[in-house]
């Protein structure tokens, strides 16, 4: 018995899939994921078009993409074709919208609104919102 993920599909509009894929996440960002995502979120209004290029741009997301997506060559063309089936899709739109947070940090970081560390003992970076000079971070 197959299953969805055993499924692959062609991708025929490499850039129309990049497109629609950044619409998605962009306009579903923030979203529970109780409450799941809304996939008729293909598209930005022209007026949303500004902030998500400068959140996430074209090409960031076109080599998030590329570098996931399986590839086949045909043989006498050496053209490339582009394949996902569902858990890959998956994992691009989680990539995609990790690429987008990390971006959103990095703006508000380097508009001061934001600070940083690394913390060593949770091997990760932790941030909290300067409110004066003289606020720092609660820590052990």
Same mark, same amino acid.
């Given at each position: 018995?197959? /299953?969805?993920?055993?499924?692959?599909? *062609? #991708?025929? $509009? @490499?850039?129309?899939?990049?497109?629609?894929? !950044?619409?998605?996440?962009?306009?579903?960002?923030?979203?529970?994921?109780?409450?799941?995502?809304?996939?008729?979120?293909?598209?930005?209004?022209?007026?949303?078009?500004?902030?998500?290029?400068?959140?996430? /741009?074209?090409?960031?997301?076109?080599? *998030? #993409?590329? $570098? @996931?997506?399986?590839?086949?060559?045909?043989? !006498?063309?050496?053209?490339?074709?582009?394949?996902?089936?569902?858990?890959?899709?998956?994992?691009?739109?989680?990539?995609?919208?990790?690429?987008?947070?990390?971006?959103?940090?990095?703006?508000?970081?380097?508009?001061?609104?934001?600070?940083?560390?690394?913390?060593?003992?949770?091997?990760?970076?932790?941030?909290?919102?300067?409110?004066?000079?003289?606020?720092?971070?609660?820590?052990?």
């Amino acid at each position: 018995m197959s /299953s969805i993920n055993d499924e692959w599909f *062609i #991708i025929k $509009d @490499l850039d129309g899939f990049i497109e629609a894929s !950044r619409a998605l996440v962009f306009n579903n960002f923030g979203t529970n994921q109780k409450e799941g995502i809304d996939p008729l979120a293909l598209s930005v209004s022209d007026l949303d078009q500004d902030e998500l290029d400068s959140v996430l /741009s074209y090409d960031e997301t076109k080599n *998030i #993409i590329v $570098d @996931l997506l399986r590839k086949q060559t045909n043989k !006498r063309n050496q053209k490339i074709r582009y394949l996902l089936n569902n858990d890959l899709y998956m994992k691009i739109i989680s990539a995609i919208g990790d690429r987008m947070t990390s971006n959103i940090l990095n703006s508000l970081v380097n508009r001061g609104l934001v600070e940083t560390a690394y913390d060593e003992n949770a091997d990760d970076f932790i941030f909290w919102v300067k409110e004066n000079e003289n606020d720092k971070p609660e820590t052990d």
